[in-house]
């Protein structure tokens, strides 16, 4: 398998995408996870992503398969206040940011290097600035 242009270490973060196309078994998110199964690192996601990811024409038993696969990482206390930071710091606020600033403030808590598979990259890397790295799926 050749390597891609950035290479994981410490985390790998799944957003909802992220999540959905490893339920589907998308072969380049297969990849990052083969690649992470095998490097011994975290795959995690947030709780909140659970919210955005769940749907009802979602294959739950592959859905379950591939939660059971990773860590579910809660939205503490901490984590929402630092989101609220995160959103405030890029100036952006409202229901449309707050799961992705969730997301980005949970993978900011993740030990590092941390990197995070997204559908939307300019909102993590906005988040998340230079302390992880964001691949678009």
């Known amino acids: 398998m050749s390597r891609f242009p950035a290479v994981p270490g410490g985390t790998l973060v799944l957003d ?59 939205v503490t206390e901490p984590i929402a206040r630092h989101a609220a ?7 952006l ?6 799961i992705d600033a969730m997301l980005s403030a949970t993978a900011l808590a993740a030990p590092g290097p941390v990197t995070v598979l997204t559908s939307d990259p300019e909102d993590i890397t906005a988040f998340c600035g230079g302390r992880a790295t964001v691949i678009k799926v």
């Not at 930071?85 to 100036?91: C, K, N, Q, S």
Request: charged share 25%.
């Open 93 to 98: 606020h409202g229901h449309e940011y707050a």
């Open 16 to 74: 909802s995408e992220g999540l959905a196309k490893a339920v589907l078994r998308d072969r380049a998110v297969t990849a990052w996870l083969a690649l992470a199964r095998a490097d011994d690192l975290r795959v995690i996601t947030s709780t909140a992503t659970l919210v955005e990811a769940v749907h009802p024409r979602i294959n739950r038993p592959a859905l379950e398969w591939t939660l059971s696969r990773l860590v579910v990482e809660p």
């Open 85 to 91: 930071a995160l959103l405030a710091d890029t100036g």
